[in-house]
């Protein structure tokens, strides 16, 4: 093997690693923080929840503000090398590929964890960004109506952006819903979020016993999380139905 390819083989090594080692951290990061979460009690849940985008926003930072430029120095060292023959052009080409792929996944796990629009354009821009590509991946049709946005702060948005996310997952994997509709209503004192699917609904003594309702529970603690009330009515077969009230002059 000559220099030339141990370069290669050596770019290739590195990048690989790179990306295992962020995988890893990130899987273990969330892992360790979801099994806290779940452990502390209600008192607790408001400094955790804090704690819990905290990390994943420090995450998201190190991995556009670090990893990428790393990233794209291998991918540089890559396409600086010249093949001595097709086979190892070939393998060249193959492999600055498998970096963009590994760049460009690795965008959207830093705007899952912190979406970009929710920075910039606020939080109905956000949740329509989500629900978009929801709906280009997902059978459930869901429709989305904000009459009118009014900024909030930074808390609110980003925990009301994760209720909708939960609300959201837990239709497409729960429900058997074909429809699932989300209002989002902003005025000067106070944030309302209603969602209705037409699922088969659920048995809320049944859930409880079965899995002790986790999904309810990460509801309710991020609307305690905002001084506000969360409410949901349910039926086996008629669907389910949410709505939260954030009183936001009592928010922080």
Same mark, same amino acid.
Request: proline share 2%; with cysteine.
């Given at each position: 093997?000559?220099?030339?390819? !141990? +370069? ?7 990048? #690989? ?20 979460? /779940?452990?502390?009690?209600?008192? !607790? ?12 926003? /420090? ?10 430029? %790393?990233?794209?120095?291998? !991918? ?28 460009? /996944? @690795?965008?959207?796990?830093? &705007? ?13 821009? *956000? ?6 590509? @929801? ?7 869901? #429709? ?5 946005? =009014? ?22 994997? =729960?429900? +058997? ?12 004192? @106070?944030? /309302?979020? *209603? ?13 409880? *016993?079965? &899995?002790?309702?986790?999904?309810? %529970?990460?509801?309710?603690?991020? *609307?305690?999380?905002?001084?506000? +009330? ?17 009183? %936001?002059?009592?928010?922080?």
């Amino acid at each position: 093997m000559d220099s030339q390819e !141990k +370069e290669l083989y050596t770019a290739i090594l590195i990048a #690989t690693l790179i990306i295992a080692a962020i995988l890893l951290y990130f899987i273990f990061s969330i892992i360790w923080f979801q099994k806290k979460y /779940r452990s502390l009690s209600k008192a !607790k849940i408001s400094a955790e929840i804090t704690t819990l985008e905290n990390e994943r926003r /420090r995450i998201a930072s190190d991995l556009h503000d670090d990893v990428g430029p %790393l990233l794209s120095a291998v !991918k540089i060292q890559i396409n600086h090398l010249d093949g001595q023959n097709e086979a190892e052009a070939a393998l060249i080409r193959k492999s600055s590929k498998y970096i963009d792929d590994i760049i460009k /996944r @690795m965008r959207e796990i830093s &705007n899952d964890l912190l979406p970009n629009v929710l920075i910039r354009k606020g939080l109905a821009a *956000a949740i329509q960004d989500f629900l978009g590509k @929801m709906n280009d991946s997902a059978s459930l049709k869901i #429709t989305f109506t904000c009459p009118q946005e =009014h900024r909030v702060p930074t808390q609110v948005e980003v925990n009301v952006y994760r209720i909708v996310q939960e609300i959201v997952h837990n239709t497409v994997k =729960h429900a +058997e819903a074909s429809h699932l509709q989300i209002q989002l209503v902003i005025d000067e004192h @106070m944030l /309302r979020l *209603a969602s209705e699917d037409n699922g088969k609904g659920f048995d809320y003594k049944e859930m409880i *016993a079965k &899995n002790g309702g986790l999904g309810l %529970l990460n509801l309710q603690s991020r *609307a305690e999380v905002m001084g506000g +009330e969360f409410d949901f009515t349910t039926e086996k077969g008629k669907g389910t139905r949410y709505l939260f009230e954030i009183p %936001l002059k009592k928010s922080v």
